[in-house]
């Protein structure tokens, strides 16, 4: 035991020993984009994170560059909402005009990965066409269930997925939990000549509590029902490496665990079982948890010191679990704080 201590006595000796380390180039930073000039409106449930339109995205994106940071996921938020999420797969949309404008200014030094999902573009807020429901009855049966049809999402995420490729982003990531939506995309991406556009799977994508911010900041939040008819039951981890394995078998460039903190035996189990790069997203709740704790401290000097803390702690057990690529809000912090 001795041997342990005096491998302990220094923060140099410590950093020499230490087996997890986070890295600046394995994080990506989250933005939500919306239509409009000079917008950066601030999200009250996710301090220091906002809605940019696609001019301020691109200083912000810049600033993030200056720290170290090279991957980004966007998350788009139309001015038009329908049934059948129509503006998610217009050509001129905000997420695809968005990719071309950091493609323009950035090329190949900037990885643009971008979210192929439902959710912020239907009027219901579910990530899927839905097969039981018509617009007049959302207001007046808040409890029906909701059931996406799952070949028509395909065809709808499909649309999604080649009109952000034709945009020019790197990675797609679906994020729907649709069953054959690793497979269905990847045809589509080779039959169009998107050979090299890689698909980022949302492979083990829990029904969770800690998706509350990002449902305000996306504009997302649900009519009625719930997500648990198609996203994963927190119970189960034996499925959750079912779906893993079926994107691979789809496809899937990389895979990912979302949410992250509470599922880190996920990510283990995953690492261990899997040889493709695998991600973890380290969500809102997780993320808003640390910032209104951390803000309470209003009498210590230290309320600073102790979110940086908390977050790399966090940060760093999602990197001892296995994971590779980390998606998180604190991705800009993380890199001036690993720098200073």
């Not at 696609?54 to 329908?82: C, H, Q, Y």
């Not at 948890?289 to 908390?310: G, N, P």
């Not at 702690?313 to 704080?337: F, M, N, P, Q």
């Amino acid at each position: 035991m001795r041997r342990l201590k005096r491998l302990r006595k220094n923060a140099a000796l410590r950093d020499l020993v230490a087996q997890a380390n986070l890295k600046v180039s394995h994080l990506v930073m989250p933005y939500f984009v919306r239509e409009g000039k000079q917008l950066k409106q601030p999200i009250q449930s996710m301090p220091g994170i906002f809605r940019f339109s696609g001019d301020r995205l691109l200083k912000d994106v810049e600033e993030a560059k200056r720290v170290g940071i090279n991957s980004i996921i966007l998350f788009g938020i139309p001015k038009n909402k329908d049934e059948k999420a129509v503006s998610a797969y217009q050509e001129d949309g905000v997420i695809q005009k968005a990719v071309a404008l950091l493609k323009k200014n950035f090329g190949d030094e900037l990885v643009v990965i971008t979210d192929v999902c439902l959710c912020e573009y239907t009027s219901h807020g579910h990530c899927g066409i839905l097969k039981n429901c018509r617009p007049s009855s959302i207001v007046h049966r808040p409890s029906l269930n909701a059931i996406p049809d799952n070949d028509a999402t395909l065809k709808v995420l499909v649309k999604i997925a080649l009109s952000h490729a034709r945009a020019g982003a790197d990675i797609v990531a679906p994020s729907s939990m649709m069953d054959g939506q690793v497979g269905a995309i990847r045809k589509a991406l080779d039959e169009k000549g998107f050979m090299e556009t890689a698909i980022m799977g949302y492979s083990a994508k829990f029904a969770s509590g800690f998706y509350g911010p990002f449902r305000e900041a996306a504009g997302s939040m649900m009519k009625f029902g719930d997500r648990k008819s198609y996203q994963m039951d927190y119970r189960n981890s034996d499925e959750a490496l079912r779906e893993i394995e079926a994107d691979i078998q789809e496809g899937a460039d990389i895979v990912m665990v979302k949410p992250a903190l509470s599922y880190l035996d996920i990510i283990a189990k995953a690492k261990e079982k899997f040889s493709v790069p695998l991600a973890a997203f380290n969500v809102s709740g997780e993320y808003a948890m640390v910032k209104s704790y951390s803000q309470s401290q209003v009498t210590s000097h230290k309320s600073q010191d102790i979110e940086r803390d908390l977050a790399l702690e966090i940060l760093t057990s999602i990197k001892r679990a296995g994971a590779d690529i980390i998606i998180t809000y604190w991705a800009k912090d993380v890199a001036k704080w690993l720098t200073s």
